[in-house]
């Protein structure tokens, strides 16, 4: 037993020294029988445990020295064996415990790591707290179902679970008793550090945690260490940094991917059993709202829009466009090569969803981001509103264009892209094209509250850029801009000097300041690139670059996932700083305007135009409507009366009056039934529409005049003019009406019975009337001729002119002409007019023959119409002759039955009309109107010039003041719930 025991003591010495010892030192394992018996073998017999330890001026080796270049030399005297009794407590702790401190710093540095680990895991993951919707409720109705505290109460208690982990205390004092047992050239020496706060570093070449120095009484040692220069550790630690978070950022896009996808599916199972919550409104898309109204409260900022917005603004072609796409993640915009193609503001609002899409603010569609014919679709759809917007003349337009983008893992803020700043203007561009794109930068940088993220172009010479100087001069102390170096590719590639990217990202080389300076490669330049491929790009440039490599750029200071939180935190901060100021001011703007109010309009409801409009649309209906109360008496007298009036002096001038003038009755009724005939095919019909359409008219705008009351609004005349000739242009009569009225008045003209004697009478009052107006009409025109007559010039005092006296001194010559020949023709004769010239120069009065002329037929015109009377009152008892054909009679009342004709004529025609009116004509001028108003009512501009006044620009301002206020007092609410 004692040998066995001795054996295997032997045994576990030779193992200990053969295990990994690093001893390079050949001993014979019979020499090492007493160290043995010492350590393993104290209580066996025959041992000699004070036997005293010899000298030895051999060196002891562990695993961290090297070998020595040559044996080492017996010391002077030895011979034989000589045992090494000087280092054989060190040798003995470091086979006893390497395997202990391999375990202790394996314990304590893997915990360290692990609570770093879950620290930064942690903090990575995207907080999901806004999508609490997509677990289905009956997840959140467990809590009701089962007790959780019995659950608790089951598991060990934490004093349970910290029995079973490793006594520390008692680890930490077994090293310091075997550290004392070292001797003073021992050192343990253990470093942690790594980018991420995850490797555990040990100074050692192999596998022990000690490090042996050298020690004073040992000189000549072969052992020299490579100390690694704090310059190429910085550099392993810089590569380790970057290599680190570009691993954890293509975790999160791969967690973020998988999330999006996952969403889908569960959104997409509603109908097996999974009930989709109510979505609530986010708190980007409540903040976007209030500035959509503030811009068409106020589209040039004038008053008191200073809410936060990031207002990207740089040099055409610097990449604008494409920082905002990679942070919306998508091809969005209209490309041009050199081309201007951002011509108006763009407002995007980003906010995180469950699917790519993206949508107008005046419309309903969504584009599905995902799909290359939305994109597509979208972007031409940007660029027709953008060529909308531009009025005929002008190159760009301050009108914004309101856009929203949700996707999984987007950044929330508000963006507006504007168009980029010019230094010359080309051909095609408007002249003021460079003002007007600096106005419309300014109007919304100069906004205390906005983000400018100024966008530079680092592969061109940054002295040729504008727009720092302009971003100075609206930021001079650079405390809400944030600077982007865009195409950091080409730069890196191109710059002679590299340094020059240090200096623009340091804040060096232009006088600008900014908050942060970002530098971003947004892709190769192809228009078919995807995001995904340039984030890849951007990705694999700045892991090999040597700016990045060098230290020119900070890790934190790259990428456009770094650049869109930074925004985005910057964002949110600017809104929580003065998202309430802002909402005070309007307040306080309220008020003012709801004093204004009562005092100047105090029994007025505040109407703004939109409600003024409604109601003026009602009252106009209502006046419309009307038209078909208007009795048929009064549309056929109405149109008679106007008819006449029309056609009379067509029926004197051209029909009568040359009939008149034939020598017997049946001439006058022939020429009568021709000119009749002729006038009903080419005049009458036209001129009988042509009454009617304006007699609608003057009883549409009389309907609309008598309406006004005490209740009536002035406001609304101009708007009801408007419509009432917007309506009549629109308004086109029957086209078939026309060649029905011709047959039917050419009917009635061919009538020539006169049933009775009332008939008679009337047409007999009919002409009286006709004939006397024309005579007083003549009279007039002689009158005015001639001058005024003795009576008038004593009684008034005036005198006649020289043309007046010519006048009336031919009018007394020719008043004895037909003194002297009553049933003188028409026409003067050329020796008569010579007869009465010669008369006239006898008395010294000179005179024209064509002024003769003119003379006569008024004075003809006189003589006939007052023969026309008298035979008129003869043939009012001729109605007994007219039925017996005048025979036997010398009386003939041919011109009675003529103006009985026109006369029945006028009231056959009449009659059609006003039942082509009421039947017809009148709804489709309702049916007009109601079209005109739904268009006025759609075009916001008519609306604006038609309803104007300082009462409806008031009550518009309260209006929006007020949706503003109440917006932003629940966008705060939310805010405050959401910290």
Known sequence: MLRAAKAAGCLACRNLVASKSGLKVRIPLQKLHPLSRSIHHRNSQGTNSHRPPPCCAARHFTSLSRLPVRPALPLPGAHGYQPHRTFWVARLATRLLRLRYLLLGSAVGGGYTAKKTYDEWKDMLPDLSEYKWIVPDFIWELDEHIDFEKIANALPDAEYLAKLLPDFEKIGENFSFLKGLISKGVSVVSEVTGASGLHLLLESTGESAFKATENHGFEGTDKQHKKVSDKEKAEQLQEELLRTQMKYQRILERLEKENKELRKVVLQKDDKGIHQRKVKKSLIDMYSEVLDILSDYD??????????????????????????????????????????????????????????????????????????????????????????????????????????????????????????????????????????????????????????????????????????????????????????????????????????????????????????????????????????????????????????????????????????????????????????????????????????????????????????????????????????????????????????????????????????????????????????KQWTDKQLPHKALEVAWETLQEEFARFMCEYKGKDQDDIFDKLKEAV??????????????????????????????????????????????????????????????????????????????????????????????????????????????????????????????????????????????????????????????????????????????????????????????????????????????KEVLEDFGEDVEKKVHLITGRRVQLAEDLKKVREIQEKLEAFIEALHQEK
């Open 299 to 676: 589209s040039n900022y004038n008053t008191q829009d200073h809410l936060p917005r990031v207002v990207v603004v740089g040099d055409q072609s610097a990449g604008k466009t494409s920082v905002l796409e990679m942070i919306a993640q998508a091809r969005i915009f209209p490309r041009g090569s050199g081309e201007m193609m951002t011509r108006a503001p763009v407002k995007v609002t980003l906010s995180e969803g469950p699917h790519h899409v993206a949508m107008f603010k005046d419309s309903t569609r969504e584009f599905d981001l995902s799909k290359e014919e939305d994109l597509a679709a979208l972007r031409h759809e940007i660029e027709i509103r953008m060529r909308k917007s531009v009025k005929e003349g002008q190159t760009v337009s301050p009108e914004t264009i309101s856009l929203s983008v949700k996707g999984p893992g987007i950044q929330r803020m508000v963006l507006v892209d504007l168009p980029g700043v010019i230094s010359t203007v080309t051909s095609g561009m408007a002249a003021d094209t460079k003002e007007t794109i600096f106005s419309i930068s300014k109007a919304y940088m100069q906004n205390p509250n906005a983000i400018i993220l100024c966008i530079q172009d680092g592969s061109v010479d940054a002295e040729r850029s504008i727009v720092t100087d302009l971003v100075s001069q609206m930021d001079p102390q650079g405390k809400r801009t944030i600077f982007v170096l865009t195409k950091v590719d080409l730069a890196e590639k191109n710059l002679a000097s590299p340094s020059r990217i240090q200096q623009i990202v340091e804040g060096r080389l232009f006088p600008m300041k900014a908050l942060g300076y970002f530098a971003v490669v947004t892709g190769k330049g192809s228009s078919s690139e995807s995001i995904d491929s340039i984030k890849d790009y951007e990705e694999d440039f700045f892991q090999n670059s040597t700016l990045l490599k060098t230290g020119m750029l900070k890790a934190h200071q790259v990428t456009t996932k770094n650049l869109s939180l930074a925004v985005s935190d910057c964002f949110w901060k600017m809104v929580r700083e003065s998202v309430e100021q802002q909402a005070d001011a309007f307040k306080a703007s309220r008020f003012n305007l709801e004093t204004e109010w009562k005092n100047n309009y105090p029994r007025l409801r505040e109407l703004d135009r939109n409600e003024l409009f409604e109601k003026a649309k009602n009252e106009i209906l209502d006046e419309v409507i009307s038209l078909s109360q208007v009795t048929p008496k009064h549309w056929e007298a109405i149109l008679q009366k106007k008819l006449w009036e029309r056609v009379s002096t067509h029926v004197i001038e051209n029909i009568y009056l040359p009939a008149a003038q034939t020598m017997n009755s049946g001439t006058f009724n022939t020429t009568v039934d021709i000119k009749l």
């Open 724 to 929: 009432k000739d917007e309506s009549i242009k629109r308004h086109n009569w029957n086209e078939r009406a026309e060649d029905s009225l011709r047959v039917i008045q050419h009917n009635a003209l061919e009538d020539r019975s006169i049933t009775d004697k009332p008939q008679w009478d009337a047409a007999i009052q009919f002409m009286e009337e006709t004939l006397q107006t024309r005579l007083n009409d003549t009279e007039s025109v002689i009158s005015d001729m001639v001058g005024p007559d003795w009576k008038q010039r004593w009684l008034y005092w005036t005198s006649r002119t020289a043309d007046q006296h010519i006048h009336n001194e031919t009018k007394n010559e020719l008043e004895r002409l037909l003194k002297l020949n009553e049933d003188h023709t028409a026409y003067l004769a050329n020796d008569e007019v010579t007869t009465v010239r010669k008369n006239l120069e006898s008395r010294g009065v000179e005179v024209d023959p064509v002024l003769i002329k003119d003379t006569w037929h008024q004075m003809y015109r006189r003589h006939f119409l007052q023969k026309a009377l008298s035979h008129c009152n003869l043939c009012r008892r001729g109605f007994y002759y007219y039925q017996r054909h005048f025979e036997d009679s010398e009386l003939e009342c041919n011109d009675v039955v003529l103006f009985w004709r026109i006369q029945r004529m006028l009231g056959i025609t009449a009659n059609t009309l006003r039942q082509q009116l009421t039947n017809t004509e009148v709804r489709r001028l309702e049916k007009n109107v």
